[in-house]
């Protein structure tokens, strides 16, 4: 029995510390609401001012593994030019098609993160998390503020493009994310692509409504916030956790990232959440919850894997 209890809460712990990941995640939308500052400027400082911090956790992880091969590290680059493209994307849409609908197309990620593992991994995704993916999306839909009037924007058009377009970056660069983390050097392999998604941040976000290489201490302090909490801890834990997981659990899981940023909204910023809202976190909870029950980290046992999760590509010389 207490070995069993044992089991139970070591098979547990990549889907904790990844749904803890996507709390900390969660900060960074309202820390950018504090800092006011453009996409590109926001996008540009969350991975500049995250890279000491990861160089140094990529060092400490090299001297223990290798170092990751090149088409480790080439992938860790695509994926960080897909996430900087999510992020001037969706932040762009928040101002055209409101927060509200912006937040629902971007964390369709929930069904195209399993859709690219079982296009290209040929990984299984369970009915029951079929079954519960319009529930989650209903969630986010009544947490972020629809049912309010929160679909408002300045063009709905080109918001709605803009959103669709980040939705496709964040399922490619979440799938990335976890690929490359299959190898056993997440950290090394994470610190290439927030170093990619810094430069491509720079150079779009320069062409695309500016840069402010000077923004000033006070958004300096609170991009700091931004990347010390999202990008450092959150994203790390997701690049770390999330390998270990079906990529269906991991999916569910970052849909927990607006139920935090909702409380946290709350205690910070002073907004008061609606009905609608507190019934679309609970929607939100207990689809990542039931969806992934007893399937994270359980181990399939004639393999000895996790449901669904598949064996890492060859590792390049």
Excluded: K
Excluded at 200 to 228: E, M, N
Excluded at 281 to 286: C, D, Q, R
Excluded at 292 to 298: D, F, I, K, S, T
């Amino acid at each position: 029995m207490v070995r069993d209890r044992q089991g139970i809460r070591h098979r547990a712990g990549p889907a904790v510390r990844l749904g803890a990941g996507a709390l900390f995640v969660s900060v960074s939308s309202v820390l950018i609401d504090l800092a006011g500052t453009s996409p590109g400027t926001a996008s540009f400082y969350r991975c500049v001012l995250a890279l000491p911090l990861l160089a140094a956790a990529a060092e400490f992880e090299r001297r223990r593994h290798r170092a990751p091969g090149r088409n480790e590290l080439l992938l860790g680059v695509l994926g960080g030019a897909f996430f900087a493209g999510d992020m001037l994307l969706w932040t762009r849409a928040i101002d055209e098609v409101g927060a509200g609908l912006s937040t629902v197309v971007v964390n369709v990620q929930v069904i195209g993160v399993p859709l690219l593992a079982w296009a290209i991994d040929r990984e299984t995704v369970p009915w029951r998390f079929v079954a519960w993916v319009p529930v989650m999306i209903l969630g986010v839909a009544l947490t972020a503020g629809l049912v309010d009037g929160g679909a408002a924007g300045t063009d709905p058009v080109w918001g709605t493009i803009h959103a669709v377009l980040a939705a496709a970056c964040y399922s490619v660069f979440l799938y990335l994310l976890r690929r490359t983390g299959l190898g056993g050097r997440p950290i090394q392999n994470y610190f290439a692509v927030i170093a990619s998604a810094g430069v491509v941040s720079l150079v779009a976000g320069w062409w695309w409504h500016g840069v402010d290489l000077t923004p000033g201490l006070r958004v300096i302090g609170w991009l700091i916030g931004v990347a010390v909490a999202g990008t450092v801890i959150g994203w790390l834990l997701v690049a770390t956790y999330s390998p270990r997981l079906p990529s269906h659990v991991g999916a569910a899981l970052l849909m927990l990232t607006p139920v935090g940023a909702l409380a946290l909204s709350a205690v910070v910023l002073g907004e008061r959440p609606t009905v609608p809202q507190l019934i679309g976190a609970v929607l939100i909870l207990a689809g990542a919850y039931f969806s992934g029950n007893r399937l994270a980290g359980l181990r399939d046992r004639r393999t000895g894997r996790a449901p669904g999760r598949q064996d890492p590509a060859p590792r390049s010389p």
